[in-house]
């Protein structure tokens, strides 16, 4: 039967596992890049990844789930699309990295399928974390950073749309909800920032968060001089 499992989160104690969140065009990409020349100028060892795609395999998950050929999918396909992205991300990028004590940025992980595939798309959302979950061996975030835009003014930042993108403007703002959900209700490893501020000023929020959160990482990249 389908009992519920408890998500109680594994947190890695080596290495620093920060992911960027939000809305498309809401400065992710930006403020990931932003943040790994930061720490690698401050001499870290930064992993700066994204999903989905950042693997062999993964890579080719992402044509199929973002490709506007790809036409329609059943939701639920969609949901073990991107379940099968991460498990290969967090098996062979992630984990490995945090194990050498590295810092490992990620553009979108686990909260993005939740807010897309459970509020967007409607599927019941325990039932896409339980997935989610089985997937990254609940492996969580030290923090996440969620950019928070209205999807009128981050789809408006670009041009060009891929199957997530083309979706309407009510599923944009019933994911930016679930974003901020998540957040609420786990303050101590959210910080939730308005994407409207410009992008020096976001980048320096962020590193000061990150800053004390930074110790559990100095030990690898002390040890490889
Ligand atoms: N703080 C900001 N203010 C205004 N525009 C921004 C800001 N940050 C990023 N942008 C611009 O918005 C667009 C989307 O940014 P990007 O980092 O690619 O977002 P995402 O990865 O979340 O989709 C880019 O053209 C980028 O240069
Ligand atoms: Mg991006």
């Given at each position: 039967m389908f009992t519920e499992m408890d998500f109680t989160g594994t947190y890695l104690p080596q290495g620093l596992f920060v992911c960027f969140e939000g809305?498309?065009?809401?400065?992710k990409s930006t403020q990931s890049r932003l943040l790994a020349e930061r720490l690698e100028s401050l001499g870290h060892v930064v992993r700066l990844t994204f999903e989905p795609g950042d693997t062999r395999v993964g890579a080719e998950l992402r044509r199929i789930v973002l490709?506007?050929?790809?036409?329609q999918l059943s939701d639920r396909t969609e949901v073990l699309l991107y379940a099968a992205d991460k498990a290969e991300h967090v098996d062979t990028v992630v984990v490995p990295a945090l194990e050498r004590g590295e810092v490992v940025i990620t553009d979108r992980y686990v909260d993005t399928t939740l807010a897309y595939q459970g509020a967007g798309r409607g599927l019941a959302i325990g039932e896409v974390e339980e997935v989610a979950r089985w997937a990254t061996g609940d492996l969580r975030p030290h923090l996440t950073v969620v950019l928070d835009v209205d999807p009128r003014d981050g789809l408006g930042r670009f041009e060009g749309r891929d199957r997530i993108e083309a979706e309407s403007l009510d599923f944009h703002q019933r994911a930016r909800q679930s974003f901020l959900d998540l957040a609420a209700a786990d303050p101590d490893h959210y910080l939730v920032l308005d994407?409207?501020?410009d992008r020096d000023e976001l980048a320096a929020r962020i590193l000061e968060r990150v800053t004390p959160l930074l110790a559990r990482a100095t030990a690898a990249a002390e040890a490889r001089g």
């Amino acid at each position: 039967m389908f009992t519920e499992m408890d998500f109680t989160g594994t947190y890695l104690p080596q290495g620093l596992f920060v992911c960027f969140e939000g809305g498309e065009g809401s400065g992710k990409s930006t403020q990931s890049r932003l943040l790994a020349e930061r720490l690698e100028s401050l001499g870290h060892v930064v992993r700066l990844t994204f999903e989905p795609g950042d693997t062999r395999v993964g890579a080719e998950l992402r044509r199929i789930v973002l490709s506007p050929e790809t036409g329609q999918l059943s939701d639920r396909t969609e949901v073990l699309l991107y379940a099968a992205d991460k498990a290969e991300h967090v098996d062979t990028v992630v984990v490995p990295a945090l194990e050498r004590g590295e810092v490992v940025i990620t553009d979108r992980y686990v909260d993005t399928t939740l807010a897309y595939q459970g509020a967007g798309r409607g599927l019941a959302i325990g039932e896409v974390e339980e997935v989610a979950r089985w997937a990254t061996g609940d492996l969580r975030p030290h923090l996440t950073v969620v950019l928070d835009v209205d999807p009128r003014d981050g789809l408006g930042r670009f041009e060009g749309r891929d199957r997530i993108e083309a979706e309407s403007l009510d599923f944009h703002q019933r994911a930016r909800q679930s974003f901020l959900d998540l957040a609420a209700a786990d303050p101590d490893h959210y910080l939730v920032l308005d994407a409207r501020a410009d992008r020096d000023e976001l980048a320096a929020r962020i590193l000061e968060r990150v800053t004390p959160l930074l110790a559990r990482a100095t030990a690898a990249a002390e040890a490889r001089g």
